[in-house]
């Protein structure tokens, strides 16, 4: 099975210029542990809201790849987004899942994708142009190669291991994080 | 019977939101935003966006911020309730933020139902940090709207706008 910092590694590697939005909790710690960066902007709250900041900078910057990479869990909090973006359809968004199946950061409780829940179907369902559930090394490649393409809005549930690695921690700075990441884009505080 | 569509509300309020550069208008629909909603669908230089639950667009508009664009949140009171915790990165970031809410459950409302959230509509705002404007007549609502967009995206304030149904109107039974 693969691991979600050996997932989130690779994303790391083949993002270039990508701006990436983070879900609470792990996937910020898995997003830090791979070296910060403005291009970066690390929720550390705000629940089922990592997919509409990502649809939000997507929007704003249609010509810039925006990544979102959460949780199962935050992403289940949020289900609604999926059908808010599908319906957007935003080519230069991906959202891409990290799932354990489990809360981690509460006690690991099963999450509903540990039972029956898809998230991939609920995104194709929803109108994403590419929506996969992703088990082995070999699809995590070929959907690296392709999620840049500017062909989205794509998703992917990465099916990761059960396990809570060491913390990252990001900088908690709201307003930093806020400032640094529009500097990226030239955009600066008033 | 429905609400009476407002013409002269959106007639009113598109402009001013041109005019501050507001790119987007997630909305959640209500009776008293429809007039805007519909101009929005026909003008190419502001663009609507349809959202399950207006927390999501509270999440939107920081995410257009962070691209260097503007939004203004429309919604009705009861969402205001779905908001809450969302509404934690407008102050944990200071982005700028404006909502425009119309409100139920005031000013002779029928459906007692929709009073619990419109009684608790400007505290819950408050108790996040979130500065309350209310409007109660037509000619002070551009005045209003107006000083809430400047505020906000001058000093990354965050604004909402109480329509009364004073204003909007009353949904007739």
Redesign the interface.
């Known amino acids: 099975m693969l691991k979600r910092r050996d997932v989130t590694a690779k994303l790391n590697d083949m993002r270039g210029e990508s701006r990436i939005i983070s879900g609470l909790g792990s996937s910020t710690y898995d997003l830090h542990s791979t070296g910060d960066t403005d291009h970066n902007f690390y929720l550390w709250g705000a629940m089922g809201g990592a997919a509409m900041v990502g649809l939000g900078v997507a929007m704003a910057q249609p010509d810039s790849n925006v990544i979102v990479l959460t949780g199962d869990g935050e992403m289940l909090m949020g289900i609604g987004c999926l059908a808010t973006i599908g319906v957007q359809k935003p080519a230069n968004l991906s959202v891409i899942v990290l799932d354990n199946g489990y809360f981690g950061e509460t006690g690991m409780q099963a999450s509903h994708t540990n039972s029956c829940v898809d998230l991939a179907k609920i995104a194709a369902a929803s109108g994403f142009k590419r929506a996969e559930t992703i088990k082995t090394e070999q699809e995590l490649e070929s959907f690296l190669q392709l999620f840049q393409d500017a062909s989205g809005p794509s998703f992917a549930a990465i099916k990761v291991e059960q396990e809570a690695p060491p913390r990252s921690l990001p900088i908690l700075d709201g307003v930093e994080l806020k400032n640094r990441f529009r500097r990226t884009f030239n955009l600066f505080p008033k | 019977m429905s609400y009476q569509k407002k013409e002269d509300i959106g007639a009113m309020l598109l402009p001013l939101l041109k005019e501050h550069g507001v790119?987007?208008l997630p909305f959640v629909p209500d009776a008293g935003h429809a007039s805007l909603i519909e101009l929005a669908f026909d003008d190419p230089h502001i663009?609507p966006?349809?959202?399950?639950?207006e927390?999501?667009?509270?999440?939107?508009?920081?995410?257009?911020?962070?691209?260097?664009?503007k939004?203004a949140l429309l919604m009705q009171s009861s969402g205001v309730g779905n908001t809450v915790?969302?509404l934690?990165?407008i102050s944990?970031?200071?982005?700028p933020f404006v909502a425009l809410v119309t409100m139920r459950g005031n000013f002779g409302e029928f459906n007692s139902w929709q009073v619990p959230m419109g009684r608790a509509t400007p505290d819950v705002l408050k108790a996040m940090g979130i500065q309350v404007y209310v409007v109660e007549r037509d000619d002070e609502l551009p005045k209003v709207v107006d000083a809430a967009l400047y505020s906000a995206f001058?000093?990354?304030q965050g604004v909402a706008v109480l329509l009364s149904q004073n204003l909007i109107g009353r949904k007739e039974w």
Not at chain 2, 92 to 95: P, Q, R
């Open positions: 790119d987007f663009q966006i349809v959202l399950t639950t927390e999501e667009g509270v999440a939107l508009a920081c995410g257009h911020w962070l691209g260097g664009k939004s915790n969302m934690s990165l944990s970031c200071n982005f001058s000093s990354d």
